[in-house]
């Protein structure tokens, strides 16, 4: 009994030391998370918006209706440019602030 209890624990520990052998490379790449997060967040948006977007279009295609059209596409651009584009977004929009506030 107690040697099926010593094997048992000496298993335990050497599996132990492996798995945090392993894991250790893992841990390590773990300062990538907020980039990793922020370009997942980028295909969403950006794939979100044209679909909402296309939703959106139907029943102006379908109405004829000229405002609305160009009320979306213009919206579209407007946030497109935040999804698709976002460092010349943030150039623009310091510029602005800088010439405004000085």
């Known amino acids: ?48 918006l044209l679909v909402v977007a296309a939703l959106v279009a139907l029943p102006i295609l379908a109405n004829r209706d000229v405002n609305g059209g160009v009320v979306l596409a213009l919206l579209v651009v407007l946030v497109g440019g935040f999804a698709f584009a976002p460092a010349s977004v943030k150039h623009v929009i310091t510029s602005l602030w800088h010439s405004i506030a000085g």
């Not at 300062?31 to 295909?43: A, I, K, P, T, Y």
Request: with cysteine; proline share 2%; aromatic share 4%.
């Open 1 to 48: 009994m107690k040697r099926v209890l010593l094997i048992s624990a000496f298993t335990g520990a050497a599996t132990g030391v492996a798995m945090c052998l392993v894991v250790h490379p893992a841990l390590a790449a773990t300062s990538d998370v907020g980039r990793n997060l922020g370009n997942e967040l980028q295909m969403w948006a950006t794939t979100l």
